[in-house]
């Protein structure tokens, strides 16, 4: 009669879990039985899914991201997910300082701001200036050609010394007086892991709630900003893909020591410049996006968000995506994936109820129940 | 126990899954709500390993609270065999070893439950944890959680009110089917979570400790035991409960047991018709017996 009043729920839940396990596994009856998919190719060769499932699970583990996009068959969101509810289990044993991203080791570093920037531009790996072309010869790729090519561009990789850090771009502008000199730090960072948020909350709660957040709900908010429901007009002053040393204090010495180190994404823009209302001089503002792993619309969608909550938090908000409860409240994929998909479970009884009162109005107002 | 025992030893997850930091968290969040009745406390909500929505707020109380004796029953529109049911259960099972768990209102010490309260009256040994969706009932008429924060401190309802008045001009009926706002002890207004209206008039006066859990909105109220609880209403339109009568005013009774004055659920037959059957498994399997007590049958 229905999924309520029949008994076996339990049974039902574990037909539906076999049913997904075998989805997965059904490929090993092929006449070539496949190799199950291996960690480290989901590491490698998915790198981009991975960064995403690290940087919304808000959690560094690159392998059991890995382990989360296979056991989920490659959906971001229920890997995250999957991470996130892992991070749940751990107790927080420290914290580490605020890190310092000018000691990044980084792979790519543009700035769209100035066509020289100190240190110099690096493209590194990105999809930017590629044609979306289906390339047909990777359909079946031998293990050959896969080799020969990492073998043949390790032999041709250019040799010369790159420096171990970069100036920032930011660093030139401030010291032109073009933009406000960094405000010292007056409370310690919002940990968004250990309290909620009750409005108004400090930038460093906003910073932090969305280098977790959804990439695409982040991105769909920031957009209508660039659009026209908003008025940001970024400029990158420099966007940064690289692998920050992470900094904990020693456990006898208590000196900051190197324990390793993440691959994060930041970014900087420059929005137009405001008037101090003191009388100072007119300066640049500054929007600040970062998150773990390689995700450059992410970075650049949350600085793009970062400058239009401080107006927001200014001036009140104009439009959504300066308005800090609306957007930090709507943009965590966890949350807003898990109440999407709450709506399939049985609602019997609020329906009961809509029923009774719908019937009853409608006696009154003269219609047929 | 040391908090950090279990992160030591591995793999192994922690009795109740959470680590013991979020407990004590959790647990000292219920305090606040049941110091100040009705009031929504932020917490630092953990993610579970099910869904935002499907009763994370709900199991982060009940695995903070919950002991190795404890006796537990899980229930999901009133029974305790939903999948969802089944599926917390088995999660709490598995995560605290030693806990026994029952279908029983009678038996249990603890219920978790989504969408209603058992039928049978709960004792002063008792908590029932209510899985809770949208906490604030606010909302209706205010977008803003800061704005609603100001309005509560204030015990301001007028709009909601307004809301109420102009449902009755429009319908001549409040049309709020369930989620009723219920004033708790004279001052905070609460979103009692989406239980019928007939389960509201069983928060007043409760026995038991009646605990509310929003995982995904990170908050936690309470209605502590005799604490007056009266859903908003007028005096000339009074609060009412759903109608389970047919056009010639009798009651519809349970196919099953047939109970008359229990909350119905209301199914399609495969010839066309209607039938009824309690929402309540649990109390339709104890009328059931207490039937066949009487007519002198076998249990």
Redesign the interface.
């Given at each position: 009669m229905s999924y309520v009043a029949i008994k076996g729920g339990g049974r039902a839940i574990a037909g539906a879990a076999a049913v997904t396990e075998f989805l997965r596994t059904e490929e090993g009856l092929s006449e070539i039985p496949a190799e199950p998919l291996g960690i480290d190719a989901i590491l490698h060769q998915l790198r981009h899914l991975v960064d995403r499932v690290v940087s919304e699970g808000g959690v560094y583990h690159p392998k059991f991201a890995a382990l989360a996009i296979k056991q989920s068959l490659g959906d971001t969101l229920e890997a995250a997910f999957a991470l996130r509810a892992w991070r749940s289990t751990r107790p927080r044993l420290s914290a580490t300082p605020p890190l310092d991203t000018s000691k990044m080791r980084l792979i790519r570093r543009i700035s769209s701001a100035f066509k020289e920037i100190p240190g110099g531009q690096m493209l590194g790996p990105t999809p930017d200036y590629a044609l979306r072309l289906l390339r047909m010869e990777l359909m079946d790729e031998s293990p050959d050609a896969f080799r020969d090519f990492a073998r043949t561009w390790l032999e041709t990789y250019p040799t010369a010394q790159l420096p171990d850090s970069f100036p920032k771009v930011l660093d030139a502008l401030r010291s032109e007086g073009l933009l406000p000199p960094v405000a010292g730090r007056t409370q310690a960072a919002f940990d968004i892991t250990r309290e909620p948020l009750v409005f108004p909350v400090p930038r460093s709660a906003q910073l932090s709630t969305m280098a977790r957040a959804e990439t695409g709900s982040l991105l769909a908010i920031a957009y209508s900003n660039m659009r026209g429901y908003g008025d940001v007009h970024p400029t990158v002053a420099e966007l940064r893909v690289g692998y920050l040393p992470v900094m904990l204090p020693h456990p006898i010495t208590g000196e900051p020591t190197e324990v390793g180190e993440v691959l994060v994404t930041e970014c900087e823009v420059v929005a137009m410049y405001e008037a101090d209302n003191a009388g100072g001089k007119p300066m640049f503002t500054i929007g600040y996006g970062a998150c773990f792993g390689h995700n450059e619309v992410k970075a650049i969608s949350m600085a793009i968000l970062d400058r239009a909550l401080q107006k927001g938090m200014k001036d009140g908000p104009a439009n959504p995506s300066e308005d800090p409860e609306f957007v930090l409240l709507h943009v965590d994929g966890v949350d807003s994936m898990g109440f999407a998909s709450h709506y399939k479970m049985p609602h019997y009884v609020t329906f009961q109820s809509d029923l009774d009162r719908l019937r009853t109005t409608q006696q009154k107002s003269g219609e047929p129940a | 126990m040391n908090?950090?025992s279990h992160?030591q030893t591995g793999n192994a997850?922690?009795f109740g899954?959470?680590?013991?930091?979020?407990k004590k968290?959790v647990r000292r969040a219920i305090l606040k709500a049941i110091a100040i009745p009705g009031y929504q406390v932020?917490?630092?909500?953990?993610?579970?390993?099910m869904?935002?929505?499907?009763g994370?707020g709900g199991l982060q109380l009940t695995l903070s609270l919950i002991g190795p004796n404890e006796v537990l029953k899980v229930i999901?529109?009133?029974?305790d065999?939903?999948?969802?049911?089944?599926?917390l259960r088995?999660f709490i099972e598995m995560t605290c070893p030693g806990v026994s768990t029952t279908t029983k209102t009678t038996e249990c010490t603890l219920i978790q439950s989504r969408?209603?309260i058992p039928e049978q009256p709960l004792t002063s040994n008792q908590i029932i944890v209510l899985q809770v969706?949208y906490p604030d009932p606010l909302v209706v008429v205010e977008?803003?959680?800061?704005k609603r924060?100001t309005m509560h401190g204030e015990a301001d309802y007028s709009r909601l009110l307004v809301k109420l008045y102009e449902d009755i001009v429009k319908?001549?009926?409040i049309?709020?089917?369930?989620?009723y706002p219920t004033r708790i002890n004279g001052h905070y207004v609460i979103d009692p979570s989406?239980?019928?209206?007939?389960d509201v008039p069983k928060l007043d006066d409760s026995a038991a400790l009646v605990l509310f859990g929003a995982g995904?909105e990170?908050?936690i109220y309470a209605v502590p035991p005799h604490t007056k609880a009266e859903p908003l209403a007028f005096s000339d339109v009074p609060f009412r409960v759903?109608?389970f009568r047919d056009d010639q005013g009798r009651r519809h009774a349970c196919t099953r047991c047939g109970c008359t004055d229990s909350?119905?659920?209301?199914?399609v037959t495969d010839a066309g018709g209607k039938t009824w059957?309690c929402?309540d498994s649990d109390w339709c399997e104890e009328q059931m017996l207490l039937a066949r007590e009487t007519e002198g049958e076998p249990a």
């Amino acid at each position: 009669m229905s999924y309520v009043a029949i008994k076996g729920g339990g049974r039902a839940i574990a037909g539906a879990a076999a049913v997904t396990e075998f989805l997965r596994t059904e490929e090993g009856l092929s006449e070539i039985p496949a190799e199950p998919l291996g960690i480290d190719a989901i590491l490698h060769q998915l790198r981009h899914l991975v960064d995403r499932v690290v940087s919304e699970g808000g959690v560094y583990h690159p392998k059991f991201a890995a382990l989360a996009i296979k056991q989920s068959l490659g959906d971001t969101l229920e890997a995250a997910f999957a991470l996130r509810a892992w991070r749940s289990t751990r107790p927080r044993l420290s914290a580490t300082p605020p890190l310092d991203t000018s000691k990044m080791r980084l792979i790519r570093r543009i700035s769209s701001a100035f066509k020289e920037i100190p240190g110099g531009q690096m493209l590194g790996p990105t999809p930017d200036y590629a044609l979306r072309l289906l390339r047909m010869e990777l359909m079946d790729e031998s293990p050959d050609a896969f080799r020969d090519f990492a073998r043949t561009w390790l032999e041709t990789y250019p040799t010369a010394q790159l420096p171990d850090s970069f100036p920032k771009v930011l660093d030139a502008l401030r010291s032109e007086g073009l933009l406000p000199p960094v405000a010292g730090r007056t409370q310690a960072a919002f940990d968004i892991t250990r309290e909620p948020l009750v409005f108004p909350v400090p930038r460093s709660a906003q910073l932090s709630t969305m280098a977790r957040a959804e990439t695409g709900s982040l991105l769909a908010i920031a957009y209508s900003n660039m659009r026209g429901y908003g008025d940001v007009h970024p400029t990158v002053a420099e966007l940064r893909v690289g692998y920050l040393p992470v900094m904990l204090p020693h456990p006898i010495t208590g000196e900051p020591t190197e324990v390793g180190e993440v691959l994060v994404t930041e970014c900087e823009v420059v929005a137009m410049y405001e008037a101090d209302n003191a009388g100072g001089k007119p300066m640049f503002t500054i929007g600040y996006g970062a998150c773990f792993g390689h995700n450059e619309v992410k970075a650049i969608s949350m600085a793009i968000l970062d400058r239009a909550l401080q107006k927001g938090m200014k001036d009140g908000p104009a439009n959504p995506s300066e308005d800090p409860e609306f957007v930090l409240l709507h943009v965590d994929g966890v949350d807003s994936m898990g109440f999407a998909s709450h709506y399939k479970m049985p609602h019997y009884v609020t329906f009961q109820s809509d029923l009774d009162r719908l019937r009853t109005t409608q006696q009154k107002s003269g219609e047929p129940a | 126990m040391n908090a950090l025992s279990h992160a030591q030893t591995g793999n192994a997850y922690n009795f109740g899954f959470l680590d013991e930091y979020a407990k004590k968290e959790v647990r000292r969040a219920i305090l606040k709500a049941i110091a100040i009745p009705g009031y929504q406390v932020p917490y630092a909500s953990r993610e579970m390993p099910m869904g935002r929505g499907f009763g994370t707020g709900g199991l982060q109380l009940t695995l903070s609270l919950i002991g190795p004796n404890e006796v537990l029953k899980v229930i999901d529109q009133g029974s305790d065999d939903s999948v969802n049911a089944v599926n917390l259960r088995q999660f709490i099972e598995m995560t605290c070893p030693g806990v026994s768990t029952t279908t029983k209102t009678t038996e249990c010490t603890l219920i978790q439950s989504r969408h209603r309260i058992p039928e049978q009256p709960l004792t002063s040994n008792q908590i029932i944890v209510l899985q809770v969706p949208y906490p604030d009932p606010l909302v209706v008429v205010e977008p803003s959680e800061d704005k609603r924060k100001t309005m509560h401190g204030e015990a301001d309802y007028s709009r909601l009110l307004v809301k109420l008045y102009e449902d009755i001009v429009k319908f001549d009926e409040i049309t709020i089917s369930h989620r009723y706002p219920t004033r708790i002890n004279g001052h905070y207004v609460i979103d009692p979570s989406p239980i019928p209206r007939w389960d509201v008039p069983k928060l007043d006066d409760s026995a038991a400790l009646v605990l509310f859990g929003a995982g995904r909105e990170k908050k936690i109220y309470a209605v502590p035991p005799h604490t007056k609880a009266e859903p908003l209403a007028f005096s000339d339109v009074p609060f009412r409960v759903e109608d389970f009568r047919d056009d010639q005013g009798r009651r519809h009774a349970c196919t099953r047991c047939g109970c008359t004055d229990s909350f119905l659920d209301e199914f399609v037959t495969d010839a066309g018709g209607k039938t009824w059957q309690c929402s309540d498994s649990d109390w339709c399997e104890e009328q059931m017996l207490l039937a066949r007590e009487t007519e002198g049958e076998p249990a």
